[in-house]
Nanobody
């Protein structure tokens, strides 16, 4: 079973940067996608980015393009989220998650996979202060 553990959150000032890490444990042979999501207080879960395991394509939500960069180090089984030019709207709990052995269902808020197939790690809090 795949398990994920996010880390690297903290308090940062407006305009600052932060890098989150997501360590992946367990067998990833059937993993089809991995990604970052976030949830701000009182708001719905929001996709940040996701990586397709079939071809390595990385998808970003429009509000993160140009500021956030997702990368993956297969040798370390670790995914990263580099965040720059952070604003108060980026304050949220950030989660990394993976999909294992699920069919692609088309364009949707969960990178094309039914949310029920996502395996979630414990989130890490990011707070951006002015």
């Amino acid at each position: 079973e795949v398990q994920l553990q996010a880390s690297g959150g903290g308090l940062v000032q407006v305009g600052g940067s932060l890098r989150l890490s997501c360590a992946v444990f367990g067998s990833t042979v059937d993993e089809v996608a991995i990604g970052w999501f976030r949830q701000a207080p009182g708001k719905e879960l929001e996709r940040v980015s996701c990586i397709s395991r079939s071809d390595g394509t990385i998808y970003y939500s429009d509000s993160m393009k140009g500021r956030f960069t997702t990368s993956n180090d297969n040798a370390k089984n670790t995914m990263y989220l580099q965040m720059m030019n952070l604003g108060p709207e980026d304050t949220a709990t950030y989660y990394c998650a993976a999909v294992v052995g699920a069919p692609w269902v088309g364009v949707n808020p969960y990178c094309g996979y039914d949310i029920k197939y996502w395996l979630w790690g414990k989130g890490t809090q990011v707070t951006v202060s002015s």
